[in-house]
């Protein structure tokens, strides 16, 4: 397994804006360029829900709740997977996990706060 380190959650007001970043240490470079990398998120008295994937050849899909707003984008040669969100909404309020899947076999990050509020 690879361990995953997320970054860059906090507070921001509706119509604001936040960058996650998640960087797979322990994992060599052609290790890593093979996993399909995916950013969860879990609100508070709900299920954890997919919201956006990236694959080894950056085809990005996204969930409809987060399309248009959210991007997802990896750099192989840092390791790391970014989400981009803008346009916030008090509902995007929630724990934001990282998640790396490499033949069904899945890690995740200890996740990071995202709080939108007036």
């Known amino acids: 397994q690879v361990q995953l380190d997320e970054s860059g959650g906090g507070s921001v007001q509706p119509g604001g804006s936040l960058r996650l970043r998640c960087r797979a240490s322990?994992?060599?470079?052609?290790?890593?360029?093979?996993?399909?990398m995916a950013w969860y998120r879990q609100a508070p008295g709900k299920q954890r829900e997919l919201i956006a994937s990236?694959?080894?050849?950056?085809?990005?899909n996204y969930d409809d709740s987060v399309k248009g707003r959210f991007t997802i984008s990896r750099d192989n040669s840092q390791k790391t997977v970014t989400l981009r969100m803008s346009s916030l909404k008090p509902e995007d309020t929630a724990i934001y996990y990282c998640?790396?899947?490499?033949?069904?076999?899945?890690?995740w990050g200890r996740g990071t706060q995202v709080t939108v509020s007036s």
């Open positions: 998640n790396a899947n490499q033949n069904g076999q899945h890690s």
């Open positions: 322990r994992s060599i470079f052609s290790v890593f360029i093979g996993y399909t």
């Open positions: 990236i694959n080894s050849d950056g085809t990005a």
